[in-house]
């Protein structure tokens, strides 16, 4: 039995502790915004935040969770308000959506990190993030509006 507080809710799960934290997030718990990109931690579609740092959902065994507490996109603002969320939308940076989770979860934890975060930290901090549609100006625009900088 794995206990995993997933979002601020408590879950206990009879799941073979090796299993990645992706699946059990998708299909076990149901929370579907995590996306699988790659499966080895190289595209940043999975990112979650476990006990507030960023990590690979897809190569994360869930023992290595048990105990801590995982927030996915669901959890970071469950009205879908947060700065970075309010930002993405305004700037009109998805195209077809498929890493936006994964970034937003990673500029989460930069925001949370460094406030103010210079060109250059944002583009290093999301550097493992990867988008197939090449919104990188758009993201970092983003970022930026969220964390209440110039976006230009």
Same mark, same amino acid.
């Given at each position: 039995m794995i206990i995993l507080k997933v979002n601020g809710a408590e879950h206990r799960l009879d799941v073979d502790p090796e299993m990645p934290l992706l699946w059990v997030l998708r299909d076990v718990l149901g929370l579907?915004?995590?996306?699988?990109?790659?499966?080895? =931690? !190289?595209?940043?579609?999975?990112?979650?935040?476990? +006990?507030?740092?960023?990590? @690979?959902?897809?190569?994360?065994?869930?023992? %290595?969770?048990?105990?801590?507490s995982v927030t996915t996109i669901e959890g970071l603002s469950p009205s879908g308000d947060h700065p970075l969320q309010r930002a993405w939308v305004e700037l009109g940076v998805p195209q077809c959506g498929f890493c936006q989770a994964g970034?937003?979860?990673?500029?989460? =934890? !930069?925001?949370?990190?460094?406030?103010?975060?210079? +060109?250059?930290?944002?583009? @290093?901090?999301?550097?493992?993030?990867?988008? %197939?549609?090449?919104?990188y100006t758009r993201i970092r625009a983003a970022v930026r509006k969220a964390a209440g900088l110039p976006t230009e």
């Open positions: 579907t915004g995590t996306k699988y990109g790659c499966g080895q =931690a !190289l595209c940043g579609a999975c990112a979650v935040h476990l +006990d507030g740092e960023t990590v @690979r959902a897809c190569v994360t065994p869930v023992r %290595r969770a048990a105990g801590g970034q937003i979860m990673s500029a989460a =934890a !930069l925001l949370r990190k460094n406030p103010r975060p210079s +060109d250059e930290d944002i583009d @290093r901090s999301l550097a493992g993030n990867l988008c %197939r549609c090449g919104t």
